[in-house]
């Protein structure tokens, strides 16, 4: 399997070209902003873009969408919540063949309710939903408790050695494995949702106290 990370623009988003050689096939995860990017990548690869998947309906993540269907003819992938005007809609557990590889997906609802998290093997596409050392924004109410449940019945029920590769480049590296983020995620440290919900009302002063950016 090919799996390739791009800093695709905007705030510090990260795209993914997930690639079958034996299928000769890929998937574009949120190719935001640069969308000709990883079209010519995967055409490079000698791969043809079978998928344009969203982790979620935000902007930021879908704004190479129309572009990259037109560069490629794929069929554009998102939750069956979603608003977004796409060919394929769905929903948890559901999989998508990618040649001889399979893309499971998880619905991961919080920071946005159509979210959604693409395994592939042993690597996570997260978008939103958790990043290294850190989780997605929500509010204090439905979609923290939302988010937490998310977290903790859908991500961290998977191996330690699963990869997380997330939306935006906002912790110390690129990416993380569930294990590590289970060690020392302080959100994923909390015992209760109300801790959590309360890391989430101070995170600023954590992060002033912790050094952390």
Known sequence: MIFEQ????????????????????????????????????????????????????????????????????AETVAHRSTALPVDRRVDDGDELPLGETTLRILHTPGHAADAICILAGNKLCTGDTLFVGKVGGTDLGDGARTEYDSL????????????????????????????????????LLRDSFESFVELKANWADYKRQHGID
């Open 6 to 73: 791009f800093a695709t623009g905007g705030d510090r988003n990260y795209g993914y070209l997930i690639g079958d050689e034996a299928g000769q096939e890929a998937a574009l995860v949120d190719p935001s902003y640069s969308p000709e990017t990883l079209v010519a990548r995967a055409e490079q690869l000698g791969l043809k873009v079978r998928y344009i998947l969203n982790t979620h309906g935000h902007a930021d993540h879908t704004n190479g969408n129309e572009t990259a269907q037109r560069l490629s003819g």
């Open 152 to 187: 903790h019945r859908k991500l961290l029920t998977l191996p330690d050695d699963t990869e997380v590769w997330p939306g935006h480049n906002y912790g110390g590296r690129p990416s993380s494995t569930i294990g590590e983020e289970r060690r020392t995620n302080p959100f």
